[in-house]
T-cell receptor, first 108, second 117 residues
């Protein structure tokens, strides 16, 4: 079975501070990991995927197979980063399994 | 630009009613999905469809059914609505299972918030 865990339901940081949203997964095969973001009153959208090794809006995420983690990081948080963030895993059957989500609040 | 639309943003229904949630995508995507989104539980897959008239159960199909008569439209049906089906329902679509990330990226609709009284 595949599972995604986001241990923090709420993360509050000040503007300019570093931010790390944690994501741990369990999956016996070779996973593909994603981060989705939902800004207030907007639809859920893909932020980044690990196979692209890209940086989007200053966010990066590295897949650590040893620790089964895919934490999302940004060195300097901005107020517009405030949103709901979901980590997702694509494993067996090509389906996405989502974590419970973390609400990021960036205070001025 | 991919467009996924859902027929209603808000719905209020009574226990026992039959409820239809409609989703339409305009990009000729093969795959369509229905999720429900609940605080602390994230998104959970109800059903998905990989072709017209084809459907597969997701993680929580009980109490739901789906219909895909046309490629662009995927309907979620609550046969007899119950209060525990009060939730935000999200529809998504993706191009195919081609193996390329760009094809498998899921695009989401705005969601339908359903309240069952």
């Amino acid at each position: 079975a595949q599972r995604v865990t986001q241990p923090e339901k709420l993360l509050s940081v000040f503007k300019g501070a570093p931010v790390e949203l944690k994501c741990n997964y369990s999956y016996s095969g070779s996973p593909e990991l994603f981060w989705y973001v939902q800004y207030s009153r907007q639809r859920l959208q893909l932020l980044l995927r690990h196979i692209s090794r890209e940086s989007i809006k200053g966010f990066t995420a590295d897949l650590n197979k040893g620790e089964t983690s895919f934490h999302l990081k940004k060195p300097f948080a901005q107020e517009e980063d405030s949103a709901m963030y979901y980590c997702a895993l694509r494993g067996a059957g090509n389906m996405l399994t989502f974590g419970g989500g973390t609400r990021l609040m960036v205070k001025p | 630009d991919v467009k996924v639309t859902q027929s209603s943003r808000y719905l209020v229904k009574r226990t026992g009613e039959k409820v239809f949630l409609e989703c339409v995508q305009d990009m000729d995507h093969e795959n369509m999905f229905w999720y429900r989104q609940d605080p602390g539980l994230g998104l959970r897959l109800i059903y998905f469809s990989y072709d017209v008239k084809m459907k597969e159960k997701g993680d929580i199909p009980e109490g739901y059914s789906v219909s895909r008569e046309k490629k662009e439209r995927f309907s979620l049906i609550l046969e007899s609505a119950s209060t525990n089906q009060t939730s935000m329902y999200l529809c998504a679509s993706s191009l195919s299972w081609g193996g390329q990330a760009v094809e498998e990226t899921q695009y989401f609709g705005p969601g339908t918030r359903l309240l069952v009284l």
